[in-house]
């Protein structure tokens, strides 16, 4: 993995990255025994930084997996004082962002990593990072709506990605609603539940069962659960990481 100087600095938990570029412009960096003043200098795995002499580590990877609950919202803080994740992740001594993000009313599998690079891909549609949710919509959908919804719908000036989207339940003629299977590889804000607005069917729940392998089964509301290596190992590959 290659990265920028004053990034690899930060990763190391020493400092920020605006930290970072003042060491380095002070000349207290080397890279590889090398002393290093500009600014930009990508380094690899391979190379050797220190600051002051000393060698710098990196952070040890962690990956958690979290049911996020309904009531919640997924950021670190909020201004309007609403609950958010950050109240449910456990205290390991690493700083977690959340791995993209559930609306509020949703709940479901949501994942928080320290790796800034992991994080951006497994939400960049280019690596298709499969995500599973099972949706309880208003009424019933008509076979011609859901192959609206697998084909794509504009939303927000853009047209989705093809989806595959299932109905789960077969519900009799009297049913006010039913279920149905999205599976989607990007994440656009609110996606689904514009997607069903778009088809008039409005919704109820949504839980994000899947991301990638990683499943949402046996965990409770609330609960979070750290990866161990392998499964990191597993998820890093699946977007195309060696870590």
């Known amino acids: 993995m290659s990265e920028r100087l004053h990034k690899r600095i930060a990763a190391s938990g020493i400092c920020s990255r605006r930290a970072a570029e003042e060491l380095i412009k002070a000349g207290r960096v080397a890279v590889n025994g090398d002393p290093v003043i500009q600014m930009g200098v990508i380094v690899t795995d391979d190379d050797i930084v220190t600051v002051d002499g000393e060698p710098i580590g990196r952070p040890p990877l962690y990956v958690l997996v979290m049911h996020k609950p309904t009531g919640y919202v997924t950021t670190l803080s909020d201004p309007q004082g609403r609950p958010t994740v950050?109240?449910?992740?456990?205290?390991?001594?690493?700083?977690?962002?959340?791995?993209?993000?559930?609306?509020?009313?949703?709940?479901?599998?949501?994942?928080?990593?320290?790796?800034?690079?992991?994080?951006?891909?497994?939400?960049?549609?280019?690596?298709?990072?499969?995500?599973?949710?099972?949706?309880?919509?208003?009424?019933?959908?008509?076979?011609?709506?859901?192959?609206?919804?697998?084909?794509?719908?504009?939303?927000?000036?853009?047209?989705?990605?093809?989806?595959?989207?299932?109905?789960?339940?077969?519900?009799?003629?009297?049913?006010?609603?039913?279920?149905?299977?999205?599976i989607l590889h990007e994440g656009?804000?609110?996606?689904?539940?514009?997607?069903?607005?778009?088809?008039?069917?409005?919704?109820?729940?949504?839980?994000?069962?899947?991301?990638?392998?990683l499943r949402l089964k046996g965990m409770p509301p609330g609960q979070c659960r750290m990866l161990g290596k392998q499964d990191i190992e597993r998820l890093a590959k699946a977007v195309g990481l060696d870590r």
């Open 86 to 182: 950050k109240r449910l992740l456990p205290a390991i001594g690493a700083a977690l962002k959340p791995v993209g993000r559930l609306d509020m009313n949703s709940e479901g599998l949501l994942l928080f990593t320290n790796d800034g690079e992991l994080s951006n891909r497994l939400v960049h549609p280019r690596w298709g990072m499969e995500k599973e949710y099972e949706v309880t919509v208003e009424g019933v959908p008509s076979m011609e709506d859901l192959d609206r919804l697998r084909k794509g719908i504009y939303i927000d000036g853009g047209k989705t990605r093809p989806a595959v989207v299932e109905l789960l339940s077969k519900p009799d003629r009297k049913a006010t609603t039913s279920k149905l299977k999205f």
């Open 188 to 213: 656009k804000k609110r996606q689904i539940r514009l997607m069903c607005d778009a088809i008039r069917c409005p919704v109820v729940k949504l839980v994000r069962v899947r991301i990638g392998f």
